[in-house]
């Protein structure tokens, strides 16, 4: 049974090998950080270029600080386990959820830590046009990029909304118990506006 | 630290200073004595903590207490279980709580209780079609959870203060 379970050593090396050779702009990236955009710098097709950035941006976009409150149903995932929220909150009419359990009841201005509830000013889902849990890199992508399902946002404004946006940044900043996104919200916003700027191309 | 001045069930408390982190839970139970809201699971899961706030526009909504800062409360009026009742005398929904023998071992019975007294409340300014009734009684009363399991005699107890007085609660 034991030697079942064992990888040849030969096999182990080729697929080290492969995923190395595959993403060589993100070697820089530390444990549970974003590789810069210089170091993409070296993949020269710009579509190419472009895809890899967006890939790297995708550590954060398919984080569970992310998807929890990007959902495909009407209720939020919570915890690093993604969990279906607990109490059994919905979405509502306008993402803040049904009148007898709004968010802001609980999730207040700022995290409120000696209860574990995370808390910002406008603290809501995402509209469901917008959900992204269940969902390939390549179709969040092409959703982010769609005005019908990113919030009628310009690209441009997208690279406001991931690098400034204050609920956004909650993300890397979201209390104890909680892992926070990969790398910063400054580092976020300057893959996505590298990501534009080379044409906003998908991953496959 | 914050200076916390709140109405609980009509009469002012404060300004008394409290800490950051104190819950308002333990602000009720252990600075004030008012046990009559329970502290269950400590994560709004069970809602046996939650109380009515009343807000300046004149509608009420619940609030589980136990991972929800005191402080947040600063300049709010509350309601309490142990509001309800006026010189004695128990309101309608508590004594069709009896009635019907909704709770066992009653610990959950001042979150539904006080959620129950929110929807009575609601319906009275907007009332809701008869057909709509128990669907409404059931979404109002969700997330309130009871391990006695009296969800269904809870329900009833609603049912029949609403049913009591179709033309205040019903179109």
Redesign the interface.
Request: glycine fraction near 6%.
């Given at each position: 049974m034991r030697s079942n379970l064992r990888v040849p050593l030969s096999v182990a090396i080729v697929i080290l090998s492969a995923n190395v050779l595959a993403a060589p702009a993100a070697l820089d990236a530390p444990p549970d950080g974003l590789a810069s955009v210089e170091s993409f710098s070296s993949i020269g097709d710009r579509a190419a270029r472009s895809a890899a950035i967006f890939n790297e941006l995708g550590k954060v976009l398919t984080h569970p600080r992310c998807l929890n409150c990007h959902p495909a149903g009407d209720r939020p995932r919570q915890g690093d386990m993604a969990r279906l929220h607990?109490?059994?909150?919905e979405r509502g009419v306008d993402g803040f959820g049904?009148?007898?359990?709004?968010c802001p009841?609980?999730h207040?201005k700022a995290n409120?830590?000696?209860?574990?509830?995370p808390g910002n000013p406008i603290w809501h889902l995402a509209p469901r046009e917008m959900a992204w849990e269940g969902k390939t890199l390549h179709d969040i992508c092409v959703q982010i990029k769609d005005p019908a399902r990113n919030g009628n946002r310009s690209l441009d404004a997208l690279i406001e909304h991931i690098g400034e946006d204050h609920l956004v940044g909650w993300a890397w900043a979201p209390g104890y118990g909680r892992q926070p996104a990969p790398g910063t919200q400054k580092q976020a916003g300057a893959l996505v506006e590298a990501w534009v700027k080379t044409g906003a191309e998908c991953p496959n | 630290m914050t200076l916390l001045t709140v109405t609980i069930n009509g009469r002012a408390y404060g300004p008394r200073e409290v800490r950051d982190e104190l819950t308002m839970n333990d602000f009720l139970r252990e600075y004030l004595g008012m046990t009559g809201t329970k502290f269950g699971c400590g994560a709004a899961q069970c809602l046996s903590c939650a109380v009515i706030v009343d807000d300046p526009q004149g509608t009420s909504y619940t609030s589980p207490t136990c991972v929800v800062p005191a402080a947040s409360f600063n300049g709010k009026s509350i309601r309490t279980v142990e509001g309800h009742a006026k010189n004695g005398e128990l309101t309608p929904l508590q004594k069709a709580f009896i009635e019907h023998f909704a709770f066992q071992c009653g610990y959950c019975t001042a979150g539904f209780l006080n959620e129950s007294q929110v929807l009575l409340e609601r319906l009275a300014k907007k009332p809701v079609a008869r057909a709509d009734l128990d669907k409404t009684i059931a979404e109002a009363l969700d997330g309130h959870l009871c391990r006695c399991t009296g969800y269904i005699k809870y329900h009833e107890a609603v049912r029949a203060v609403i049913l009591a007085d179709p033309n205040r609660y019903l179109f």
């Open positions: 607990q109490p059994p909150v049904l009148p007898a359990m709004r009841i609980c207040l409120f830590d000696p209860a574990g509830v | -």
